[in-house]
């Protein structure tokens, strides 16, 4: 520990400006209408998703995302709902991540994925990124340009020549996504948005995570800036008992790994029984949206403490 560790990992100028990103947040919501939520960051349940990591506090789980306890609100008839909260995520710290950080969060009734794409380029705007409309680029298209082939009928072994990876991956290597998420890991989204950013969509039905699915494809967008993911949205998954398949297909996936495998959200799938209504939600990292509009070299730059400095 370090005698400087005691002051913040932000300048007073950014933690403004953070201050300011916020207030404008939070105006662009209050004049549609929007209503803010604030729901528990420690819960009994926890995500299952099978790349994200969760903290255990022993007495539950600390959440890695509103988007459970935000979908319950909109079942019992909240209507339109965003959060800016802190959410928490076990993943090795880096330019990118810190394992707390903040999370803007909200849906819409009566959107798909493609309306809430316009929405998450009106709200950038208007917190002052600048530039012409945001390419949206098909998952598919986005393939063909950067890593030269297509990601629904390429064969497993064109994908393994597609990158360099001298791991061993075990039992993964024999899974498509596995090889899609580490093309799009090291070749394609390094190169999104390098000018503004372009909206990734319509992904492999096999990504769908909680998204409805048409055909062949998971009816869900990612927003690229400068190389690093910013959001993740949603046409949300209605139906209970898919959800709840797909839940325990996670928990078998994380047992088969050797992962900790949380329990998953049982009020969630209670209250998708209730009816959820016809919606689109998105997930927006504050603190990397702040890293580039201020052109800082890292999200810990951000904060008035980073987890070194916790």
Avoid at 101 to 113: I, R
């Amino acid at each position: 520990m370090t005698a400087q560790n005691w002051q913040p990992s932000a300048t007073l100028e950014t933690l403004k400006a953070r201050a300011e990103l916020f207030s404008s947040v939070r105006a662009f919501f209050v004049a549609r209408k929007v209503l803010e939520v604030d729901t528990p960051i420690l819960s009994v349940h926890a995500t299952v998703d099978r790349h994200i990591e969760s903290y255990s506090t022993g007495d539950g789980w600390l959440q890695t995302s509103p988007e459970f306890a935000m979908k319950r609100l909109l079942c019992a008839g909240s209507g339109s709902i965003y959060q800016i909260c802190h959410v928490f995520r076990r993943e090795e710290s880096g330019r990118h991540h810190n394992a707390e950080f903040t999370m803007l969060e909200w849906y819409q009734p009566g959107y798909d994925h493609h309306r809430l794409m316009g929405e998450v380029e009106e709200l950038l705007h208007a917190v002052g990124v600048s530039g012409a409309s945001f390419e949206r680029l098909t998952y598919r298209d986005a393939f063909l340009r950067y890593a030269g082939l297509d990601p629904f009928t390429a064969t497993l072994e064109q994908l393994r020549g597609a990158v360099s990876f001298d791991s061993d991956a075990g039992a993964q290597a024999a899974e498509r996504d596995f090889w899609l998420d580490l093309i799009m890991s090291h070749k394609v989204g390094p190169q999104l948005g390098r000018e503004s950013p372009v909206f990734l969509y319509d992904f492999p039905a096999s990504q769908a995570a909680l998204s409805r699915i048409n055909g062949d494809i998971a009816e869900r967008f990612e927003l690229f800036w400068q190389g690093i993911e910013l959001a993740n949205g949603f046409h949300e998954l209605a139906d209970a008992a898919e959800q709840r398949r797909r839940f325990e297909s996670d928990q078998a996936w994380r047992k088969a790994q050797s992962h900790i495998v949380p329990p998953y959200d049982q009020n969630l799938i209670a209250a998708l029984e209730s009816g959820l209504p016809n919606c689109a939600g998105v997930a927006l990292g504050l603190d990397r949206l702040l890293m580039l509009m201020q052109g800082l070299p890292n999200v810990a730059a951000t904060m008035s403490f980073s987890g070194d400095r916790a």
